[in-house]
């Protein structure tokens, strides 16, 4: 476990993030997904304090593990990231308008968060192996 100083403070601040695109749209294609997290990252870390720690991009959903400072609300720090990526990946691919029927959003209004605390390496690896482990059927014994 890794704590933060800061002027008068010392925290361990991490979350678990999760957020969706709008109508749950299957837009997040490796090549495009790449471009994202390239974009998540650097705009969640220009917020003073911000290190996205952990980041994985599904087809129709983003996980992300960060450490937020307690100096910004959790919310806030998702409404930029969010609001601010949507810019961006919007300009760079114009064909969004046509999967979102004009609307200017990429992402759906809600999101999950969750603090990290003592399994932080366990949902660490939950994250970055997430693809592994969804892709598949299940395999049942009769």
Do not use: C
Not at 35 to 48: F, G, L, P, W
Not at 55 to 78: E, F, G, R, T
Request: glycine share 4%.
């Amino acid at each position: 476990m890794q704590v933060t100083y800061s002027g008068h403070s010392v925290y361990h601040t991490v979350y678990h993030i999760v957020f969706v695109t709008k109508y749950r749209r299957k837009v997040l294609n490796p090549g495009f997904a790449k471009y994202t997290h390239s974009v998540i990252k650097e705009i969640a870390e220009k917020v003073d304090g911000v290190l996205v720690d952990e980041l994985n991009i599904q087809v129709d959903h983003i996980h992300a593990v960060m450490v937020i400072p307690p100096k910004y609300a959790v919310s806030k720090v998702i409404e930029i990231v969010k609001s601010q990526s949507t810019k961006v990946i919007r300009k760079k691919f114009p064909w969004l308008d046509k999967v979102y029927f004009g609307t200017p959003s990429l992402w759906s209004v809600g999101y999950f968060v969750s603090s990290v605390g003592v399994n932080e390496e366990a949902i660490k690896n939950y994250v970055k192996y997430q693809q592994k482990q969804d892709s598949g059927q299940a395999k049942l014994d009769f």
